[in-house]
């Protein structure tokens, strides 16, 4: 029985191949495989019900040579310190790529949020920060929302952060509501990474965006939007699909009307006019450009022979394995990896941690147009050197994030 990849051993294996290709040192090599820092934490809170609630908590820092470390914490019965390690990785490439002074972080409570009221999530967070401040701060780490994490979750953290420190310290995390030095663009970001990168690809291949068919796996915040933003672009949403199951229509989706549906029934499965399909189905169905915007490993070796689509941008982290990938560059499909198409958040995060360090406040077409600058530079060069190496783009941005973060390693040299 073949054993099923977990994210840390394709964070590993994609390291591997990144470092053959740029004849990196081995010493280098052994470093960045794994994190300069992992931090597991016992978060114990008061339930509602009066009982002690236990959870598991954890902070990886993989390595902040390029400046403090970023990412976003999670909330989730599944988190796993491999799976934050995975991610904490793939975070210090995507800065790297992306030309952003950071240095990749992610952490996670394995909790089900779903099952927690508002009071019990806010404890949770409040009795995780002050358990690792000692870690964070503007210039060491800075959080970000992430699964089951959002805006609310950020104030908190940012309020319990500054009241351990005795002032307001509004650039210690990002992803905030607006109100308290949140950043315009923010929600939609990830979402605009992605279009641009979309968009991008299909002038490369000299594909028109009006009327291409858009399978959206994932309906979340990344998915939906993403949806959104290409729907207003001309592009037909022909597929969307969220955690219990998908629709196809040939004719086009609306997906504002679709999350009304979803909001209403609590699944977008049963919209008027369209056909009920599995994630699976949705993967494979008939589509131009493909957004697995969900979980990891869902394209495998299983299926990638299967898919239908010119261009695959990785809205999620990890959703291919490397052998997809293999199969996927023989087929000669076009895939925007993920360390590059879902950039745009960590991107704005970073706009925001700028913006609160000079106690400034952009406006939405001064962030937009920013965003758009970093974005389009980030993918002319990894598509430039995909070309010069002969290799597929995610390779190349491997190429790109792995080397900037060896060169600065091996600059700076290691101490004492």
């Not at 009066?50 to 820092?61: L, N």
């Not at 006019?273 to 994630?279: C, D, K, L, Q």
């Not at 990894?382 to 941005?397: C, F, P």
Request: glycine content about 10%.
């Amino acid at each position: 029985m073949v054993q099923e990849h977990t994210a840390l051993m394709v964070a590993q294996e994609q390291l591997d191949i990144a470092a053959e290709k740029l004849h990196l040192d081995k010493g280098l090599h052994e470093i960045l495989k794994r994190p300069k820092r992992s931090i597991i934490v016992s978060v114990t809170i008061k339930m509602d019900d009066h009982s002690i609630g236990v959870f598991e908590g954890c902070r990886v820092q993989h390595w902040d040579v390029l400046g403090p470390f970023k990412g976003g914490l999670r909330y989730h019965p599944n988190v796993t310190l491999d799976e934050v390690t995975a991610l904490a990785m793939w975070m210090t490439w995507k800065c790297a790529v992306v030309g952003l002074p950071y240095g990749g972080a992610k952490g996670g409570i394995a909790c089900d949020p779903k099952k927690l009221s508002i009071g019990e999530q806010e404890r949770l967070t409040r009795r995780y920060v002050s358990l690792i401040a000692d870690y964070l701060g503007p210039h060491r780490d800075v959080p970000a929302p992430d699964v089951y994490t959002n805006a609310q979750t950020m104030a908190w953290i940012m309020d319990t952060y500054s009241q351990l420190r005795g002032y307001s310290i509004p650039e210690s995390v990002t992803g905030k509501p607006v109100e308290i030095g949140g950043s315009e663009g923010r929600v939609c970001a990830t979402s605009q990474g992605v279009s641009l990168c979309i968009r991008e690809a299909a002038e490369k291949l000299g594909m028109k965006l009006k009327g291409a068919a858009v399978a959206v796996q994932g309906f979340g915040n990344v998915g939906y939007n993403a949806a959104d933003i290409l729907h207003s672009m001309g592009c037909k949403i022909v597929a969307v699909s969220d955690s219990t199951g998908g629709i196809y229509c040939t004719e086009g989706l609306t997906p504002y009307n679709v999350r009304a549906h979803k909001n209403k029934t609590g699944t977008v499965q049963g919209y008027e006019g369209s056909t009920n399909i599995t994630n699976a189905e949705l993967l494979t169905s008939k589509c131009d450009i493909l957004i697995p915007a969900a979980l990891e490993n869902q394209l495998t070796n299983k299926n990638a022979d299967k898919i239908k689509a010119r261009i695959i941008a990785e809205g999620a982290n990890g959703p291919t394995t490397p052998e997809a990938d293999k199969i996927l560059r023989e087929k000669g499909v076009c895939l925007i990896p993920d360390i590059l198409a879902n950039s745009g958040g960590v991107t704005v995060s970073y706009f925001e941690w700028v913006q609160n360090l000079t106690r400034e406040h952009w406006t939405l077409e001064e962030v937009n147009q920013k965003l758009e600058a970093k974005i389009t530079k980030a993918f002319a060069d990894v598509y430039k050197l995909s070309g010069k190496e002969e290799s597929d783009m995610r390779t190349a941005a491997l190429m790109l994030g792995v080397g900037r973060v060896a060169h600065a390693l091996k600059t700076l040299g290691l101490w004492p």
